[in-house]
């Protein structure tokens, strides 16, 4: 049985930084294009980051330049590195795993950002 577990969330001020972590167990990490999705409330969840299994990385345009997603194959993880944030960053975010062989996708419950004063 696949898990994603996301953790690393909190409450940050304005221009401060997070980094969310999210690991992935019951299978072959290597498999898996892995993104972060966040949602506010009264809004649809949307994609902030993507990896590819060989890396390749994008981005919504309001994080460019200000978070960096990366993963560790060997520990089965994936990272957002989240700088400069604005408290329009504010919303639950979430880590999907998507198989690259039949598209299967896994989600973790989420964890809290609040960019606040």
């Known amino acids: 049985q696949v898990q994603v577990v996301e953790s690393g969330g909190g409450l940050v001020q304005p221009g401060g930084s997070l ?3 999210c690991v992935v167990s019951g299978s072959i ?3 898996y294009n892995m993104g ?3 949602q506010a409330p009264g809004t649809q969840r949307d994609m902030v980051a993507h990896i590819t299994r060989s890396s390749s990385t994008n981005y919504t345009n309001s994080v460019k330049g ?3 997603i990366s993963r560790d194959n ?3 993880m994936v990272y957002l590195q989240m700088n400069s944030l604005k408290p329009e960053d504010t919303a639950v975010y979430y880590c999907k795993a998507r198989s690259a062989f039949g598209g299967v996708e896994y989600w973790g419950k989420g964890t809290l950002v609040t960019v606040s004063s």
Do not use: D, G, I
């Open 29 to 31: 990490f290597s498999f």
């Open 66 to 68: 200000r978070f960096t």
């Open 74 to 76: 060997a520990k089965n």
């Open 36 to 38: 972060w999705y966040r």
């Open 19 to 21: 980094r969310l972590s």
